[in-house]
């Protein structure tokens, strides 16, 4: 999808992963205006670079997810949001109200930890190693004593059993 | 209720698709000369006496902004966003154009394999307080370098000397051209199995280092020989700026700019107030304004771009840019910034008094010295 040059795709590339960013930063910053435009800034930048995704070095969510965790440690470190790539892109900020607020808020509050928690244990151990501990598949497999491709079908069927179990939340 | 999430999706989409029928850029690919890590190593050994053992410290020269990355790895696996080792490296800057900020684009690309690249915009200049230029950061999972190794790298101001990396390590800052005047650039090679280093610009409980790991401490020493105090808390320079877009009128800010009718104002950042910078160490520029124009359909970015430290005074050189043939007053800089993303770096300025009139994006150079020709700076005002 990131390869594509239909911006339809990269639409499509944003919902699917827009839950997984979500979740990430909300438990990580303060005020649901914050998460709405630290995700903004996060796609926006996401297309900037979308030619230095390369999936042999691990899926996109996890790419996505690094760039979420840099804007939010920049955005820390420089008392605001970043916000260079959305306005680059043209993309003005979107104002929300009260009860959009609200629903950012609820959507925010998806706990991926309670997610992964859910998780058969083998899944969710794999999803850990590659994606929090940054483990490559060949040194899971070798801490698991299991060949790579088994930890990659554990990692693969996590993230669809994550992500529809984020879906589900309220 | 529409769902904001949904709205941010059409935006994003809607962007993405007036991005993809712009006219395409003239661009001129520069290849990337590769050079070898070029660091002269003077090894100092001293041995203190007989019994207090041997402290060897390495001294060697910043590494240049372009160049290859030792081919050294190390043992385990590499990390998913590291190095591999071999690859050929080059660290680009630019002024930051938006209305406010004084700061500095900085990106750094790696041509391999496994290409890969990273910027951040708006690291504010060295002043006395911080005399660093913030670099990129990679987090490593238990705090320790992997396989391939890292390429650090961050700008020091003029009063630094050298700057110690560690207890076993000096690197003397290294002029180059296209930084800003008076500040040097600190780029060295750290091997796997190093400790991340703990870079002062960014604190501490940030890093989100591991418990107990241990890093290698950056301290910059004076021109005197002794090291620096910097300030943690020193406050970030920005100045209060408006966003606006039409139908919003742009606000009467500190500058304007003046422009033909032909060229339709949609929206930009203007500095309410315009005080000097105090505490900037070296040449620092700060945007008074920044400006998206349409013009006869396409779009192009100016900016007013000042001298940080003194407004009315003469802004310094417009860092990385060269004059244009044939058009006097006119400087210029184009490059790809590497990796296959084709991310342009294309801006043109023009002194108009005490300003730089800096123009990006457009149809082409043709394009960008019409407008800094047809742009004049209406108004600076300095508050105070």
């Known amino acids: 999808m990131l390869g594509s040059r239909d911006p339809d795709d990269f639409g499509r590339f944003y919902e699917r992963h827009v839950g997984a960013v979500v979740s990430y930063l909300g438990p990580r910053v303060r005020g649901a205006e914050v998460v709405f435009d630290l995700t903004a800034e996060t796609f926006a930048r996401a297309f900037e670079h979308r030619g230095q995704f390369d999936p042999a070095r691990g899926p996109a969510v996890a790419w996505v997810l690094v760039i979420a965790r840099n804007l939010l440690i920049d955005s820390v470190r420089r008392a605001r949001v970043v916000d260079e790539s959305r306005r680059r892109l043209g993309v003005a900020p979107i104002a929300v109200d009260d009860a959009q607020l609200e629903l950012i808020e609820t959507r925010s509050q998806v706990d991926l930890r309670a997610v992964l928690a859910g998780l058969p244990a083998e899944q969710s151990e794999a999803i850990i190693r590659r994606f929090v501990l940054q483990e490559s598949y060949p040194e899971i497999a070798a801490r698991l004593s299991c060949s790579e491709q088994v930890v990659r079908k554990r990692v693969s069927r996590g993230l669809a059993n994550a992500r529809q179990a984020v879906e589900e939340q309220p | 209720m529409i769902d904001p999430f949904d709205e941010l999706r059409d935006h994003l989409v809607l962007a993405i698709t007036h991005l993809e029928r712009r006219p395409a850029r003239t661009s001129r690919w520069m290849r990337i000369r590769s050079h070898p890590l070029a660091v002269t190593l003077i090894a100092l050994v001293f041995a203190a006496t007989a019994t207090a053992g041997v402290i060897s410290i390495t001294a060697e020269r910043s590494a240049p902004l372009a160049g290859q990355v030792p081919r050294q790895a190390g043992p385990g696996l590499p990390h998913a966003w590291g190095l591999d080792g071999g690859e050929h490296y080059r660290i680009t800057l630019w002024p930051v154009l938006q209305g406010g900020v004084s700061g500095v684009c900085m990106m750094i690309t790696f041509e391999g394999p496994n290409g890969m690249g990273s910027g951040t915009c708006g690291a504010p200049y060295p002043t006395h307080s911080m005399p660093y230029l913030a670099g990129g950061r990679i987090a490593y999972p238990n705090g320790t370098i992997s396989k391939g190794g890292a390429l650090e790298y961050f700008l020091t101001g003029p009063s630094v000397a050298s700057v110690r990396i560690g207890a076993h390590l000096i ?198 010295i019409a407008a800094v020709r047809a742009l004049h700076v209406a108004r600076i005002r300095v508050s105070g």
Request: net charge neutral; proline share 11%.
């Open chain 2, 171 to 368: 690197v003397t800052p290294r002029s180059e051209p296209g930084l800003p005047a008076g500040d040097h650039a600190v780029v060295f090679y750290l091997p796997a199995g190093s400790p991340e280093i703990d870079p002062p610009w960014f604190p501490a409980q940030q890093l989100s280092l591991p418990h107990g790991a241990k890093t290698l401490s950056v301290v910059a020493v004076g021109r005197n020989g002794a090291p620096i105090t910097v300030d943690q808390g020193a406050r970030q320079f920005r100045l209060p700026a408006r966003f606006w877009e039409r139908p919003e009128k742009p606000p009467s800010g500190a500058c304007a700019l003046a422009a033909p009718p032909s060229y339709y104002a949609y929206r930009g950042t203007t500095a309410i107030r315009l005080e000097p910078e105090s505490d900037v160490e070296g040449a620092a520029l700060t945007s008074c304004l920044s400006v998206d124009y349409n013009v006869a359909g396409t779009t192009l970015t100016a900016a007013a771009l000042v001298n940080a430290r003194s407004p009315t005074s003469a802004p310094p050189a417009l860092f990385g840019a060269s004059p244009v043939a044939g058009q006097p007053g006119v400087v210029n800089r184009e490059e790809d910034a590497g990796l296959k993303s084709g991310r342009l770096i294309a801006f043109t300025g023009r002194r108009d008094g005490n300003a730089w009139i800096v123009v990006e994006g457009g149809s082409g150079l043709a394009e960008r």
